[in-house]
């Protein structure tokens, strides 16, 4: 089950660049896509979402990019911070009971 | 800041026998859930839960788990014969809404089959 999709394992920053995190999706019923950030032995934490019907959204240093015809949608963190350093996760939900379907995470790491 | 709580973080079970794991919601919440993460594996969901019934459950989700809201607060999954598979951190979540808004996940519970 490949509906989601993050291409890269690791991801490495210098602190105050950007970063750029991508994920891919198969499935066309998702109808909307969240970001989570997770730190070991923590839960996934919510950082941003988009709905289907719009090609952007940002919140502070955080926006997700929605590119309905290639089925890619990115998350963009700017100026990166050695705190940002984490797991990303994308996911993807289409259902009316809320069910997320999760990419496989990138490491992201920020070197002071 | 409301937050999801599981009890216990860290359960180690022998093979065969019966779990469960316990989750407090969020109170205004009416959406809740099962996640499992194997290590070095995705987030898998399990099971959603709204108006005291399963709402939507996964292949993983067989006859070996149960999921129950025994009271207004407290929400549990039950594995009744665990597998060595089974090994896995579980994450319970809630959320407002179904559709179109954000769960919210507690901190899981690392269940260790032995």
């Known amino acids: 089950d490949q509906q989601v999709k993050q291409n890269s394992p690791s991801l490495s920053v210098q602190e105050g660049r950007i970063s750029i995190l991508n994920c891919d999706y198969t499935?066309?019923?998702?109808?909307?896509f969240l970001w989570y950030k997770k730190y070991p032995a923590e839960g996934p934490t919510f950082l941003i979402s988009i709905s289907s019907i719009k090609d952007k959204n940002e919140d502070g240093r955080f926006t997700v990019f929605l590119n309905k015809s290639a089925k890619h949608l990115s998350l963009h963190i700017v100026p990166s911070q050695p705190g940002d350093s984490a797991v990303y996760f994308c996911?993807?939900?289409?259902?009316?009971?809320?069910?997320?379907?999760f990419g496989q995470g990138t490491i992201l790491t920020v070197h002071p | 800041e409301p937050e999801v709580t599981q009890t216990p973080s860290h359960q180690v079970t022998q093979m065969g026998q019966e779990v469960i794991l316990r989750c407090v919601p969020i109170?205004?919440?009416?959406?809740f859930y099962w996640y499992r993460q194997i290590l070095g594996q995705k987030v898998e969901f399990l099971v959603s839960?709204?108006?005291?019934?399963?709402?939507?459950k996964s292949e993983i989700f067989d006859d070996q788990f149960s999921v129950e809201r025994p009271d207004g607060s407290n929400f549990t999954l039950k594995i009744r014969s665990t597998k060595l598979e089974d090994s896995a951190m579980y994450f319970c979540a809630s959320s407002e809404q179904g559709r179109n808004t954000e769960a919210f996940f507690g901190q899981g519970t690392r269940l260790t089959v032995v």
């Open positions: 839960f709204y108006n005291n019934e399963i709402s939507e």
């Open positions: 499935n066309s019923m998702f109808d909307y």
């Open positions: 996911a993807g939900g289409g259902t009316s009971y809320g069910k997320l379907t």
């Open positions: 109170s205004n919440h009416l959406y």
